[in-house]
């Protein structure tokens, strides 16, 4: 079936560190990637997408590239910020017709120190 | 985006009662919603889908008759837990959206059950 695998957090850097969260997946057929973030008391907001193979998704200097060859949606940003401190979930998007369904990984927690 | 509001936010109740939890689109006509289930450090996972004006569609292992979805307007889907028990504990969040990269998210309501 489909899943999503996420590593483990919490996460904590420091300012300006390099970021990397692994994420994996498992589907069938070809599914759009996304990467979520959730900020403490707010609902999930959708941080980047790739809908097929060597797409690369980017928003707010996060990046993500579609690996079809290693199955993988790796979250990188080159320089982060406290405000970046959230969750961030892997998620993949399933059904055909857009239906809407996504599934997600268990979530990363990223800590950011000043 | 489209904001999306659940109430409440956090309740607690005794093992036997029924709880209801509001899943509100503030500023946009929403004929699908989204319900998932949160665990501790795991992922979110959909519940059902609910359509405005026909039942839901329940994902397998689902009860249907434990969590009643109704979804009488545009603007507001309710997840009822009937009969709550301690392994309904949970983190539960809606969205509203058709499509994978179009889904907005609530800020999730916390259940705790005594």
């Known amino acids: 079936g489909n899943s999503v695998t996420q590593m483990e957090g919490p996460v904590t850097l420091s300012e300006e560190a390099f970021l990397t969260i692994n994420c994996t997946y498992t589907a069938t057929g070809y599914p759009s990637l996304f990467w979520y973030v959730q900020y403490p008391g707010e609902g999930l907001q959708l941080l980047l997408k790739?809908?097929?193979?060597?797409d690369k998704g980017s928003n707010k200097g996060f990046e993500a590239t579609y690996r079809k060859e290693t199955t993988s949606f790796h979250l990188e940003k080159g320089s982060v910020q406290v405000s970046d401190s959230a969750v961030y979930f892997c998620?993949?998007?399933?059904?055909?017709?857009?239906?809407?369904?996504?599934?997600f990984g268990q979530g990363t927690t990223l800590q950011v120190k000043p | 985006g489209a904001v999306v509001s659940q109430h409440p936010s956090w309740v607690i109740c005794k093992s036997g009662t029924s709880v209801k939890i509001e899943c509100r689109s503030l500023?946009?006509?929403?004929?699908?919603m989204f319900w998932y289930r949160q665990f501790p450090k795991q992922s979110l996972m959909l519940m059902a889908t609910s359509n405005e004006g026909s039942k839901a569609t329940y994902e397998q292992g689902v009860e249907k008759d434990k969590f009643l979805i109704n979804h009488a307007s545009l603007t507001l889907s309710t997840l009822t837990v009937t009969s709550a028990h301690p392994e309904d504990s949970s983190f539960y969040i809606c969205?509203?959206?058709?499509?994978?990269?179009?889904?907005?998210f609530g800020p999730g309501t916390r259940l705790t059950v005594l």
């Open positions: 500023d946009f006509q929403a004929t699908t």
């Open positions: 998620a993949l998007g399933t059904g055909s017709g857009n239906t809407g369904k996504l599934i």
């Open positions: 790739a809908t097929k193979a060597d």
């Open positions: 969205s509203e959206g058709k499509s994978t990269d179009t889904q907005y």
